[in-house]
């Protein structure tokens, strides 16, 4: 065979190589990911006294404590959550961070 038909072949085959693939739909893309945006963090303060929980709604906590505050209410009762229990708080025993 002679160099220069070889060459028209491979360009022929190519070229419909070209045309199948052309003709072929793309493929769909990935559904995208759906990602839930994250909770804002919650603000933290460190208890300056001891408190002992007076009612099943409170918490109680030790001076040093973090606590992550939940809520804060101007009649001074704040809502926090401290080694996986969630309660009140007074807002006054304890420094934000």
Known sequence: MCPI???VKR??????????LSMQPA????????IEPKPPA?????ALYVYEAQDTDELSMN?????EIISEDPSGWWQ???RGK???????YVQKL
């Open 80 to 82: 926090g959550r401290l």
């Open 27 to 34: 493929p769909r893309a990935p559904a995208k990911p759906r």
């Open 63 to 67: 001076a040093g404590d973090v606590i």
């Open 11 to 20: 360009a022929s085959l190519r070229k419909s190589q070209l045309q199948k």
């Open 5 to 7: 038909s070889s060459r």
């Open 86 to 92: 969630q309660g009140l708080l007074p807002g006054n």
């Open 42 to 46: 919650l603000a933290k303060a460190r």
